[in-house]
């Protein structure tokens, strides 16, 4: 590697102060990790979560088949006929960086996908569609797979440790950005890289990483997903052909949390007797931006007392964070929608079921009805005690003041309730596409998928 010069190596007025705390070798150490984890250190529980993370990842995917931004993606880079478009691209039809792009973006498309706090994104998104990809092309069990998945998991989780909450507040939509590290190491486990060629794989995505959370509420934002699963399968794959990259780019100067953190901590030890970051996976129940979701179940909590049309003023108290990502004020589209506490606190308030896909359309947005109650609701930030936390106070017409709040933040402590509330999800939302059927045939693969010799069958089901 060829050292800066002196004049290279001078910090900028505007340096991330904190990027010095990173070990030199902390790059390294992560690929050392992923090249060295096999199945056998992979608890029954991560296997569980990853399974529940596959079959929400391929229900939400499925589910947004007739999207537009699918379509278009679809008829740039797919194989499918212009008179349908597959539920799920093929690798072997499509290629593999096509079918990772394509099912990337249709996995975000609806914004119904999982959620990692401490990755401050959606962890499935990049890593299922480029792990699948690789597992369409390659002898690769189903017990492979999954544990490709808790290894994505698991370094888009402590990467985003690292840069904490700057890189997000700086703009930076994380599920593109850090989804790409994620979805590289996921390739590079399936593909069996040793220490050296991950280390040069985490530095192509490094070099790749990019979305802006500007791009929310337009197809932009799902493309971020797409991208960062292409990308990140592009770095694995090429590295496994030898091809080069800074081993230090995550540390390094002018490397990844130089220039996309304020302040960054240092890179801890992986130790997963402590459990694997797939077993914090928050999964999604309503159709929006998950920091809406706390905002809608504390209305649920005062619907049985009221309704919309008793409303005189709501108040909604949520970290400030929450403004610069979900407070679009006056939607007009449906995309918009899914970004506006507001508009979905009055849905919520009137009985809406905001899990339904079809909620959210551009018609939805204008009603008048819910344009003139979210005039009345207005938005605090507030120092909570949960970042995912949120607090409202609704004051009726005949004069009382209600109020209730929820944290949607927390992993669920119960994985068999998990199981039967992500089963249900995914049949509202596939099986009005695969058909009862179908359905029921997918689901009965991702079950039994860490027993499988193969995503064969699983992949059957979608030709």
Excluded at 49 to 77: F, K, Q
Aim: proline share 4%; glycine share 8%.
């Amino acid at each position: 590697m060829i050292a800066p010069t002196s004049s290279d190596s001078r910090p900028a007025p505007d340096a991330a102060v904190g990027a010095s705390s990173l070990a030199e070798g902390s790059t390294r150490r992560l690929a050392c990790w992923i090249a060295e984890l096999d199945n056998a250190a992979v608890s029954a529980s991560a296997f569980e979560w990853a399974t529940h993370a596959t079959l929400d990842w391929l229900a939400v995917t499925v589910a947004a088949v007739s999207e537009p931004l699918v379509r278009m993606l679809d008829e740039e880079y797919g194989a499918a006929s212009s008179d349908r478009v597959s539920p799920l691209c093929d690798a072997t039809r499509g290629g593999a960086w096509a079918a990772a792009l394509i099912n990337g973006a249709a996995g975000h498309a609806l914004d119904f996908d999982d959620v990692s706090a401490r990755m401050h994104g959606h962890p499935s998104a990049p890593v299922l569609p480029a792990a699948l990809a690789v597992a369409q092309l390659l002898p690769v069990s189903g017990r492979d797979f999954l544990r490709a998945v808790v290894v994505g998991h698991e370094v888009q989780a402590r990467i985003g440790e690292v840069l904490g909450g700057s890189h997000y507040a700086r703009g930076f939509h994380a599920t593109g950005t850090l989804g790409t590290f994620g979805a590289a190491a996921a390739v590079a486990a399936l593909l069996g890289l040793d220490e050296t060629r991950t280390a040069h794989a985490l530095g192509l995505a490094a070099t790749q990483a990019a979305g802006l959370k500007s791009m929310f509420g337009t197809m932009a934002k799902p493309l971020h997903a797409g991208k960062a699963a292409m990308n990140g399968l592009m770095a694995a794959r090429l590295a496994a052909r030898g091809f080069t990259a800074n081993m230090d780019a995550i540390e390094c100067f002018q490397g990844f949390a130089w220039t996309q953190a304020d302040e960054v901590v240092a890179l801890r030890p992986i130790d997963t007797r402590e459990g694997f970051a797939v077993e914090q996976t928050l999964f999604k129940y309503h159709a929006s931006c998950y920091l809406t979701h706390s905002t809608i179940e504390a209305v649920r909590e005062l619907r049985p007392h009221l309704s919309l049309d008793d409303m005189q003023s709501l108040e909604i108290a949520v970290p400030p964070g929450h403004l610069s990502v979900c407070d679009i004020a006056e939607p007009d589209t449906g995309l918009c929608m899914k970004f506006s506490i507001r508009h979905l606190a009055v849905l919520a308030l009137d009985g809406a079921d905001t899990a339904a896909l079809d909620l959210y359309t551009d018609r939805m947005a204008g009603q008048p009805r819910y344009v003139q109650a979210r005039a009345r609701v207005r938005v605090t930030p507030t120092d909570l005690a949960h970042k995912h936390a949120a607090g409202v106070t609704l004051r009726t017409r005949d004069g009382r003041t209600l109020a209730a709040q929820a944290n949607v933040g927390i992993a669920a402590t119960d994985p068999a309730a998990q199981w039967r509330r992500l089963t249900q999800k995914a049949r509202a939302i596939a099986a009005p596409v695969l058909g009862e059927s179908r359905f029921e045939r997918l689901h009965a693969q991702v079950a039994a998928l860490a027993h499988a010799p193969s995503v064969a069958s699983l992949m059957e089901i979608f030709q």
